[in-house]
């Protein structure tokens, strides 16, 4: 019996989720989390991947996101940050990380470094290989670590549009990207209104580091990008 209820089953919280729980508790104590949120006209962006698939079928929307993710924060270096010892350091590398739901339900972070740097194809392959060894438990080290800024895709479930994510110890912020849901939008080819499919962006960032106007240009960025493909890169394009 707890608190007058009986008990139908105990699970001991220990392993990895008893890790993740840890450093979600210390997230929560040693950052100023402020969340906003926005929509990305998804059209283009669902083409462009539907085109792409057809030469590199292994490509998904989680690998786009990453790479245009990636792109962003190169504009936005404030957003890929950490603050140690009182000053906030602007780093080098873009480092995304990612998080992997596992067989278990549980969750775990695999970091795909120098993600602007990469091509699409290699952002696939790279990410195949960490969700098969995450799978398995056999994740290295430098699998997990060095991650600057963390991407969560939701989108795998049906009804969910908006979630609070929360940032990962040591960085800054955490894009969170649910499935596109249908929107009436304004659209000035035809001089009225027509139905466009939108991504829900919502973005966690530490406020002691960014303040909310850097945040939403990051934000506002992110959702610009999406909506056409000007930021693929020839690379992905062949």
């Known amino acids: 019996m707890i608190n007058g209820v009986a008990v139908a089953r105990s699970i001991p919280l220990r392993g990895l989720q008893k890790t993740v729980a840890e450093r979600m508790v ?4 040693t950052t100023a989390s402020v969340t906003a949120m926005a929509e990305a006209d998804a059209a283009s962006l669902l083409v462009l991947l539907c085109r792409l698939q057809e030469d590199a079928p292994e490509l998904s929307l989680t690998h786009l996101l990453i790479k245009a993710t990636a792109l962003c924060l190169r504009r936005h270096p404030r957003l890929n940050a950490t603050l140690a010892d009182g000053t ?16 278990s339900d549980d969750l775990q972070i695999a970091v795909i470094r120098n993600a ?6 290699h952002i696939a392959e790279e990410l195949g290989t960490l969700q098969e060894r995450a799978a398995v438990g056999k994740l290295k080290p430098d699998d997990v670590r060095g991650g600057t800024f963390t991407l969560s895709n939701y989108g795998m479930l049906r009804h969910i549009i ?15 990207v649910a499935r596109a849901v249908s929107r009436v939008m304004p659209d000035e080819s035809v001089a009225g209104w027509t139905v466009h499919p939108v991504l829900p962006l919502v973005l966690t960032y530490d406020h002691r580091v960014v303040n909310g106007v850097p ?3 990051f934000l506002d960025d992110m959702a610009e990008m999406l909506s056409t493909e000007d ?8």
Do not use: F
């Not at 210390?26 to 104590?29: I, Q």
């Not at 906030?88 to 067989?103: D, F, G, K, Q, R």
């Open 162 to 176: 908006w979630a609070t994510p929360i940032i990962t110890p040591g960085q800054v912020g955490v894009l969170g």
């Open 26 to 29: 210390e997230s929560r104590k």
């Open 88 to 103: 906030i350091h602007e780093l080098a590398e873009v480092n995304v990380s990612v998080a992997l739901s596992l067989p």
């Open 215 to 217: 945040a939403g240009r």
């Open 116 to 121: 602007d740097e990469k091509p699409l194809r």
């Open 231 to 238: 930021w693929i890169e020839e690379e992905d394009r062949a």
